[in-house]
Structures are given as C-alpha cells and as structure tokens.
Nanobody, 123 residues
Framework: QAQLAESGGGLVQAGGSLRLSCAAG???????MGWFRQAPGKEREFVSA????????YYADSVKGRFTISRDNSKNTVYLQMNSLKPDDTAVYYC?????????????????WGQGTQVTVSS
C-alpha cells in the first residue's frame, strides 16, 4: 500500500516556477504515478502522468511545454517542475499512484492519493 505526501506548493507570481515533490512509501518503483489538480469550484483535472520506469510521460494540453514530470525511484519520489506559471494554474495539486506498467490519465484509475499541496499564482 502506498502512502503519498506532496510538498513544494506555495505562492508565486505569474511567470514564475515551482517544483512539487511527492514522496511515496511502499513498492514505489512498481507504481505508475500521476499529478492532478483541483481549483476552487471546479472538478479535479488531470495534469500529468509517468510510467513506473519513468520512460513514458503524458501531459494535459494546458500544461504541455511548461510542466515536466519526472521520478527518482531511488528516492521514492516523483516531481512536477512547473515553469511559466499562470493564474489559471492556481489549484490544490495531488499526486496519485497505482500499480501498473503504462500511463493512466483518469482519476478513477488510481488507487492511492496524497493530501494535496496548494499552488497559488498571482497575476
């Protein structure tokens, strides 16, 4: 069973950068990982996903070219580097995990979730 803990959120000006981290317990290297976000009054949405090996990644169109997902299996951590941040990126960001060998972009496909970290981008 995976335990997930996000960190790295905060307040940043538009155009700035943040790096989110998600530390995981359990058999991390066997888990496919994803990042999702939920803005106030909106439904949770997919941001990015990475395969268990790190060899495959996938991004929502809204963040493609600005965000980069990566993982370090030796540290049981997945990262989300966020550049060129916009006010529309303001949300609580969640990492998620599931066993599997491919990429997963729907929330219902994930079994484990972190508590979330707040990202606020000011204009």
């Amino acid at each position: 069973q995976a335990q997930l803990a996000e960190s790295g959120g905060g307040l940043v000006q538009a155009g700035g950068s943040l790096r989110l981290s998600c530390a995981a317990g359990g058999a991390f290297s066997r888990y496919a990982m994803g990042w999702f976000r939920q803005a106030p009054g909106k439904e949770r949405e997919f941001v990015s996903a990475i395969s268990w090996s790190g060899g495959s990644t996938y991004y929502a169109d809204s963040v493609k070219g600005r965000f980069t997902i990566s993982r370090d299996n030796s540290k049981n951590t997945v990262y989300l580097q966020m550049n060129s941040l916009k006010p529309d990126d303001t949300a609580v960001y969640y990492c998620a995990a599931r066993r599997g060998s491919t990429l997963y972009r729907w929330g219902y496909e994930y079994d484990y979730w972190g508590q979330g970290t707040q990202v606020t981008v000011s204009s």
